[in-house]
């Protein structure tokens, strides 16, 4: 008796087009509704920014090329080497008290304690308290003749306290304490969920070595937090760089131009004096430093994760 060959089964890679078509569609719909509002709102904002800081243009007349006339300007702008110190002045104060400010909060209240849930809300909710809300409060707070700091100066001895937001050399630091107490709390969040990830049981290992608070803290803690570490610092970086929205409703850049950084020059350059081309110029500037540091940040991380 004749047996039959098995009759073949068809090919597992044979293309089947229209559930890849399905898929694709489908998968194109979730995107797209992000990707136009980036589009509409960031990404051709930003092509549009990048063109304008070749170009003169003060949104009444045609833009015309200037090639880099607007960067040669900012070359000899005193206002731009003055905002750009004090860009680094503030991230240079902002950046690590913010950092270490998070970090002890976050192991503060990572621990079992009576209420930690509402000293959690309370350490986040500056953060999401009116911005207007903060500078005001903080501007009676440090009023050099009636603000509650000077008078406590005064009542302890001190003969003559600073001036603070009226101080061209105390306002700066002032408008970093600010910001520093109404960001600590979000990178806080952060760092809580970096400590929840590390494993009790190399905790517990180290006590029966014989390990220290500090050993634990500095062999366990802060080894298990570098993602979490190098994440804020990334975020801080940026915010860091950009601010403008505290220092525009705190000090307006004064005293002087104590105060004047580098996005409150590009908004003044162009919403109050209409020159778009050379606000554009300083914002690509401002991006590319930005670019610079952030990618510098990832080399070194890389460099030390690879050891």
Not at 33 to 57: D, K, Q, R, V, Y
Not at 106 to 124: D, H
Not at 176 to 202: C, H, K, N
Not at 254 to 282: D, H, K, M, N, W
């Amino acid at each position: 008796m004749t047996q039959q060959a098995p009759t073949a089964d068809p090919s597992p890679s044979a293309p089947r087009r229209p559930r890849v078509w399905r898929d694709t569609l489908i998968g194109w719909s979730f995107i797209l509704p992000n990707f136009i509002g980036f589009a509409l709102f960031t990404l051709i904002p930003m092509s549009a920014a990048f063109a304008l800081a070749f170009m003169e243009w003060d949104s009444y007349s045609t833009p015309e090329w200037v090639g880099l006339e607007n960067f040669q300007k900012m070359v000899g702008d005193e206002n731009f080497r003055v905002a750009l110190f004090n860009t680094l002045y503030y991230a240079a104060g902002h950046i690590p008290l913010t950092l270490v400010a998070a970090l002890c909060l976050a192991l503060v209240l990572n621990r079992k304690l009576r209420g930690v849930g509402f000293f959690r809300t309370a350490a986040f909710f500056p953060y999401i308290t009116s911005l207007v809300a903060v500078a005001v409060v903080f501007n009676m707070l440090f009023n050099p003749t009636a603000g509650p700091v000077n008078q406590l100066l005064t009542a302890v001895g001190v003969a003559d306290p600073p001036r603070w937001v009226a101080s061209t050399d105390w306002v700066m630091p002032t408008v970093i304490v600010t910001s520093v107490w109404r960001d600590m709390g979000y990178y806080m969040v952060l760092f809580l969920a970096g400590l929840q990830t590390i494993p009790r049981e190399y905790y517990e290992a180290a006590k029966v070595d014989g390990a220290n608070a500090w050993q634990r803290f500095w062999s366990i803690t802060l080894p298990c937090l570098r993602p979490t570490t190098f994440f804020v610092l990334v975020l801080l970086t940026i915010q860091s760089f950009k601010i403008l929205d505290l220092i525009q409703v705190m000090t307006d850049g004064g005293p002087g131009r104590s105060t004047l950084v580098l996005s409150l020059l590009i908004y003044r350059e162009g919403i109050r004096e209409g020159q778009f081309g050379y606000s554009s110029a300083i914002a690509l500037v401002l991006f590319v430093i930005v670019l610079a540091v952030t990618v510098a940040q990832f080399r070194i991380n890389e460099r030390r994760s690879a050891t």
